[in-house]
């Protein structure tokens, strides 16, 4: 049987990159995350071999000492990784916007500095827009710097960092009026900074606190964190880009990426879940068949296969959108809202195959019914991405009466 998914145009090197990954999931990731996760442990015999194979720098520039790949290949390598544990691709996605912030937006000092490191997985990324009372408002942003002297000093409370313990470089934005007259619109007011910090958990640098993991109901593993800046002292080398009030621009930039990132999670949940979900339909028996010859469940499987197909299409087209340097705002929504909401509704299907199985923790499937719901919300929910559609298709089709 011919897999899933299967992406036309590919070169000889991106084939061979996914075929690499794909060997390595099936044999490093799936065995063991359903463990792994269940322990709400972090994975570092699997981070540490996705450092070997070069992946936390494929989208660094080769001059930084990257692969210089595409985010095609990248959405491609992130649908293996998450097809195995999604929260796996959760601790290379937060690294890639970042790097991918600095390789667009940063300053030759800045490339310099951080892009090497981060190729060789030595630097972990993460990065942080949203506050304990902020959602999807990133304009109602009340964290802040303000200058002095040669330094910025930042205040604030953030919320949802992937990668915030782990990580040693958080990209952070923050409100900025430096420069900026009362009454300028407050997305033109933001500035994103820099921070280095160490590893771990506490105070990891003066100033600068991150109190523990979030406890999560599922894509457990990976740490989420909040973030605690009290008279944190950054210096003005430490700005993206080294001029303030651009910092909106360089995130929304970088969660174009993000999006499409989320869409090819949702890809590879979804495709494991219909993995699943058909491979127990034809072990399982009732009625003297095995379920998968009742029509009822033959139904199911076309639905989910078909959804999987769909859903890979429009990551795929959205990747490809980016690539060539367009604006890719719409693709991405629509790809990031298609696939989170198709990948929800597969893993339940894959979920009622197994019948009350499915709601043992011996089985894969509960596991994903639980990581599921995580795509309906990271990187702007479903409601978000649907203004953002709105928005954009008023603009393509603006009536002129």
């Given at each position: 049987?011919?897999?899933?998914?299967?992406?036309a145009?590919?070169?000889?090197?991106?084939?061979?990159?996914?075929?690499?990954?794909?060997?390595?999931?099936?044999?490093?990731?799936i065995?063991?995350?359903?463990?792994?996760?269940?322990?709400?442990e972090?994975?570092?015999?699997?981070?540490?071999?996705?450092?070997?194979?070069?992946?936390f720098?494929?989208?660094?520039?080769?001059?930084?000492?990257?692969?210089?790949?595409?985010?095609?290949t990248?959405?491609?390598?992130?649908?293996?990784?998450?097809?195995g544990?999604?929260?796996?691709?959760g601790?290379?996605?937060?690294?890639?916007?970042?790097?991918?912030?600095?390789?667009q937006?940063?300053?030759?000092?800045?490339?310099?500095?951080?892009?090497?490191?981060?190729?060789?997985?030595?630097?972990?990324?993460?990065?942080?827009?949203?506050?304990?009372?902020?959602?999807?408002d990133?304009?109602?942003?009340?964290?802040k710097?303000?200058k002095?002297?040669?330094?910025?000093v930042?205040?604030?409370?953030?919320m949802?960092?992937?990668?915030?313990?782990t990580s040693?470089?958080?990209?952070?934005?923050?409100?900025s009026?430096?420069?900026?007259p009362?009454?300028?619109?407050?997305?033109?007011?933001?500035t994103?900074?820099?921070?280095?910090?160490?590893?771990?958990?506490?105070?990891?640098?003066?100033?600068?606190?991150?109190?523990?993991?979030?406890?999560?109901?599922?894509?457990?593993?990976?740490?989420?964190?909040?973030?605690?800046?009290?008279?944190?002292?950054?210096?003005?080398?430490?700005?993206?880009?080294?001029?303030?009030?651009?910092g909106?621009?360089?995130?929304?930039?970088?969660?174009?990426?993000?999006?499409?990132?989320?869409?090819?999670?949702?890809?590879?949940?979804?495709?494991r879940?219909?993995?699943?979900?058909?491979?127990?339909?034809?072990?399982?028996?009732?009625?003297?068949?095995?379920?998968?010859?009742?029509?009822?469940?033959?139904f199911?499987?076309?639905?989910?296969?078909?959804?999987?197909?769909a859903a890979?299409?429009?990551?795929?087209?959205?990747?490809?959108?980016?690539?060539?340097?367009?604006?890719?705002?719409l693709?991405?929504?629509?790809?990031?809202?298609?696939?989170?909401?198709?990948?929800?509704?597969?893993?339940?299907?894959?979920?009622?195959?197994?019948?009350?199985?499915?709601?043992?923790?011996e089985?894969?499937?509960?596991?994903?019914?639980?990581?599921?719901?995580?795509?309906?919300i990271?990187?702007?929910?479903?409601?978000?991405?649907?203004?953002?559609?709105?928005?954009r298709?008023?603009?393509?089709?603006?009536f002129q009466?």
């Open positions: 049987m011919a897999r899933l998914a299967q992406t145009g590919l070169t000889d090197i991106q084939q061979e990159i996914l075929s690499t990954v794909r060997d390595f999931v099936d044999k490093e990731i065995p063991v995350a359903t463990e792994l996760e269940h322990r709400d972090y994975p570092q015999q699997i981070v540490d071999g996705l450092k070997e194979l070069g992946l720098g494929l989208m660094i520039p080769e001059e930084y000492g990257g692969l210089g790949e595409s985010l095609l990248y959405a491609l390598c992130v649908e293996e990784i998450a097809r544990w999604m929260s796996v691709s601790i290379i996605n937060t690294h890639f916007i970042v790097a991918y912030m600095l390789k937006h940063g300053t030759q000092e800045q490339k310099d500095h951080f892009l090497p490191r981060m190729a060789a997985g030595d630097i972990r990324g993460a990065f942080s827009m949203s506050e304990p009372g902020l959602g999807s990133v304009s109602a942003i009340t964290s710097a303000v002095d002297g040669e330094e910025y930042l205040n604030g409370q953030k949802w960092l992937t990668n915030g313990g040693s470089l958080v990209a952070v934005l923050v409100r009026d430096e420069g900026h009362e009454g300028t619109a407050p997305h033109k007011s933001m994103t900074f820099l921070i280095e910090k160490e590893p771990g958990f506490g105070e990891v640098r003066p100033g600068l606190t991150i109190p523990g993991k979030i406890d999560k109901m599922g894509y457990k593993g990976v740490d989420t964190t909040e973030m605690i800046m009290a008279d944190l002292r950054l210096p003005a080398d430490r700005v993206l880009g080294g001029v303030t009030g651009r909106f621009y360089q995130m929304m930039d970088g969660v174009e990426v993000g999006r499409v990132n989320v869409a090819a999670r949702g890809c590879g949940v979804a495709q879940a219909f993995e699943l979900g058909v491979r127990y339909a034809q072990q399982r028996h009732t009625f003297g068949k095995p379920i998968a010859q009742h029509q009822a469940i033959q199911k499987l076309a639905e989910m296969a078909t959804k999987v197909e890979h299409a429009m990551m795929v087209n959205a990747a490809r959108k980016k690539d060539s340097g367009e604006r890719n705002d693709e991405a929504g629509m790809a990031k809202y298609l696939a989170s909401e198709y990948c929800k509704e597969v893993v339940e299907d894959a979920f009622r195959i197994h019948g009350g199985y499915g709601f043992s923790k089985y894969e499937i509960e596991r994903l019914y639980r990581e599921a719901p995580m795509l309906l990271g990187e702007g929910t479903a409601e978000i991405q649907k203004m953002i559609i709105g928005r298709l008023l603009e393509e089709y603006r009466g």
